[in-house]
């Protein structure tokens, strides 16, 4: 019986060691793939590019066929409000919810009021209406969320000011004192 538990547990031990050494050797070959970038699961400046493009092309593409209403139910998943989701855009390759945080989100106003302000763009007077109100529903959306970072800020600073004055006053006051105690203490020189 002794025998057979100790058999069991040097195979289990052996087999953890050949899946973790396989594992191991696994690990230098894998790679981001495309999709795991382009659906927002990586955190990287090229990620982020991608899903703002992505995001862009959905709004323009979807304003060239219906008017906002439509075009906005179609892409607009949910609206959190939160710093690191602000809004969920439908991706219209998966359909699945993509997160923008605030950045993003002005990153992609940006890019969709830059569209239609370019002298020249191909776009109907129509598109460009909704795309504008994408690029406005955005701006609504992202800024109270800049608004109270500066308030944040603001407080933060003058939290920091009133701090560093109270600081400053002690300082002065123990210097006074220590000057004081200097020139009233009895010379021993006399």
């Known amino acids: 019986m002794a025998d057979s538990k100790s058999y069991l547990i040097a195979s289990l031990a052996i087999a953890c060691l050949a899946v973790t050494a396989g594992c191991h050797s696994h690990l230098?070959?894998?790679q981001l793939?495309?999709?795991?970038?382009?659906?927002?699961?990586?955190d990287t400046p090229q990620?982020?590019?991608?899903?703002?493009?992505g995001a862009g092309i959905s709004v323009i593409s979807a304003c060239a066929t219906q008017p906002y209403d439509n075009a906005s139910k179609g892409i607009i998943v949910d609206e959190p409000g939160l710093h690191e989701d602000v809004l969920d855009l439908r991706d219209q390759k998966?359909?699945?919810?993509?997160?923008?945080?605030?950045s993003e989100a002005r990153r992609l106003e940006s890019l969709l009021e830059k569209e239609t302000s370019l002298a020249g763009?191909?776009?109907p007077a129509e598109q460009?209406?909704?795309?504008?109100q994408f690029a406005s529903h955005l701006?609504?959306?992202t800024q109270p969320l800049v608004e109270a970072d500066d308030?944040?800020?603001?407080?933060?600073?003058?939290?920091?000011?009133?701090?560093?004055?109270?600081?400053?006053q002690e300082t002065d006051e123990q210097t006074q004192q220590e000057e004081k105690a200097i020139h009233s203490a009895p010379s021993t020189n006399q």
């Open 121 to 123: 763009h191909p776009y």
């Open 33 to 42: 793939s495309d999709a795991a970038i382009e659906a927002g699961r990586v």
């Open 139 to 141: 701006r609504d959306l």
């Open 94 to 102: 998966s359909f699945r919810a993509v997160p923008f945080g605030l």
């Open 151 to 168: 308030e944040q800020k603001q407080l933060d600073v003058s939290a920091f000011d009133k701090a560093s004055k109270e600081a400053e």
């Open 128 to 132: 460009i209406a909704c795309i504008q």
């Open 47 to 53: 990620a982020s590019a991608k899903k703002i493009a």
């Open 28 to 30: 230098h070959h894998i």
